[in-house]
């Protein structure tokens, strides 16, 4: 989340601010919502919110399983990920589980938060929001490949995602 606006050919990625211009401390809520779709593209989204640097992913539940979804897949314990970069980015993150460790090596699996519902991804809360105060929020968007869902009846799917605040 270190560049400002549109950041990314190969995935959705955008930074933004907001901040509260008014006389009196206040609270708001954000939420990422879901305004258009074809082809059920947002069972392959895999999504990244950070919020004033602080990362969370989310993906839609597994539909076969109605669990959160997983990489490796939950119950798979024989292939994981050796190197995540994006771990840099929350090294105490929850959702980085360890799936086995060989000597020196460590695998890793990824467990985004499930989607809220079908319609909306994410949200959140920011209170006691002095005057001036701004908040930034990066949106990262992308199709996971490894995702059981990310089928071939995806391509040319649309997926309309737009944030709100009150």
Same mark, same amino acid.
């Given at each position: 989340?270190?560049? *400002?606006?549109?950041? $990314? *050919?190969?995935y959705f990625? %955008? #930074? %933004?601010?907001? !901040?509260?211009?008014g006389e009196s401390t206040v609270d708001y809520t954000w939420s990422l919502d879901i305004n258009a779709e074809t082809q059920e593209l947002s069972d392959a989204a895999w999504v990244i919110v950070?919020?004033?640097?602080?990362? !969370?992913?989310?993906?839609?539940e597994n539909k076969f399983t109605g669990r959160e979804e997983a990489l490796p897949m939950f119950g798979d314990d024989t292939k994981g990920y050796l190197s995540l970069p994006i771990m840099e980015l929350? =090294? $105490?993150? *929850?959702?980085?589980?360890?799936?086995?460790?060989q000597g020196r090596l460590t695998y890793y699996r990824v467990i985004p938060d499930k989607f809220i519902s079908d319609t909306e991804i994410? #949200?959140?809360?920011?209170? *006691?929001?002095? =005057?001036?105060?701004?908040h930034k929020y990066t949106v990262v968007m992308f199709l996971e490949g490894d995702d059981e869902q990310a089928t071939d009846d995806k391509i040319g799917g649309r997926l309309g995602v737009e944030m709100n605040f009150r």
């Open positions: 989340d270190e560049i *400002d606006g549109e950041h $990314n *050919d190969a990625a %955008y #930074t %933004y601010y907001i !901040r509260n211009e950070f919020e004033d640097g602080n990362m !969370r992913f989310y993906a839609k929350a =090294p $105490n993150s *929850d959702q980085f589980e360890v799936v086995a460790q994410a #949200t959140g809360i920011q209170t *006691d929001v002095a =005057p001036m105060d701004v």
